[in-house]
């Protein structure tokens, strides 16, 4: 049976080989799923805040905008022209506040990246390791 200078035949080299890269995946889908899981929390933990924030501000709000139509009302600006006032600016902060959540939201942010950048890395690894073994049996 063939050997290589170590003592060990190919088909073991083979298994060896076999049985790393299985390891090797096994670990990278664990890494991913970790990482997978983290960011996920994170999101769920950003929207739990977020809604809770909500439902604090709503009331405390409504009772501030009547307040605000109320002064300018009390300036000497008609209630309708008042309520459109503020009502505006309260629409452009809301808009604002919306853009800034979905921004929070996007998909990138539980792409597994650390896991996927450890992937190239060991796929460029193994790329060398294959090179260097053809260029010493070429040699």
Do not use: C, Y
Not at 14 to 37: C, H, M, N
Not at 128 to 136: A, I, L, S
Request: proline share 3%.
């Amino acid at each position: 049976m063939p050997s290589v200078s170590n003592g060990r035949s190919i088909p073991e080299l083979f298994t060896d080989v076999i049985t790393q890269v299985t390891t090797l995946l096994r670990k990278e889908g664990q890494l991913a799923r970790t990482e997978l899981s983290e960011n996920l929390g994170k999101m769920a933990t950003g929207i739990g805040v977020m809604v809770g924030g909500a439902v604090l501000l709503i009331p405390a709000l409504v009772i501030l905008l009547q307040a605000a139509v109320l002064g300018l009302t009390a300036q000497g600006l008609a209630a309708g022209w008042s309520a459109l006032v503020v009502g505006g600016v309260v629409l452009l902060l809301g808009l604002a506040l919306l853009f800034a959540g979905m921004k929070r939201l996007k998909v990138e942010a539980i792409v597994p990246t650390k896991t996927i950048h450890q992937f190239q890395q060991d796929v460029s690894v193994a790329k060398d390791q294959v090179r260097f073994t053809d260029e010493q049996r070429a040699a």
